[in-house]
């Protein structure tokens, strides 16, 4: 069973800086699809950035400009570099890798706590 290792979390003030990362537990598959997601206190969980296994990336507007996803494919590991904190960036974040197939397998992080002070 792979398991996604989420780690960077942590408690910053407005306009600093974090950086998430995720690990998956074997480099056995090549993911198509890596995303981040997130779940704000008493909100639904929202996509906030994807990258595909050809580099195409995606992101939610209330990050563009601040977030950047990237991918080391050699370690099938997933960042995201949060820059410009804002107290609504205050969420869960939670790590998704995907791979097309029969059956697909779609896997998901422990989540990681992001508190934005202001």
């Known amino acids: 069973q792979v398991q996604l290792v989420e780690s960077g979390g942590g408690l910053v003030q407005t306009g600093e800086s974090l950086r998430l990362s995720c690990a998956p537990t074997?480099?056995?598959?090549?993911?198509?699809?890596m995303t981040w997601y997130r779940q704000p206190p008493g909100k639904e969980r929202e996509l906030v950035a994807r990258?595909?296994?050809?580099?195409?990336?995606v992101y939610a507007d209330s990050v563009q400009g601040r977030f950047t996803i990237s991918r080391d494919s050699a370690k099938n590991t997933l960042y995201l570099q949060m820059n410009s904190l804002k107290p609504e960036d205050t969420a869960v974040y939670y790590c998704?890798?995907?791979?097309?197939?029969?059956?697909?397998?779609?896997?998901w992080g422990q989540g990681t706590q992001v508190t934005v002070s202001s």
């Open positions: 990258i595909t296994n050809r580099g195409f990336t």
């Open positions: 074997t480099t056995a598959f090549s993911f198509n699809s």
């Open positions: 998704n890798m995907f791979m097309n197939g029969s059956p697909p397998l779609n896997y």
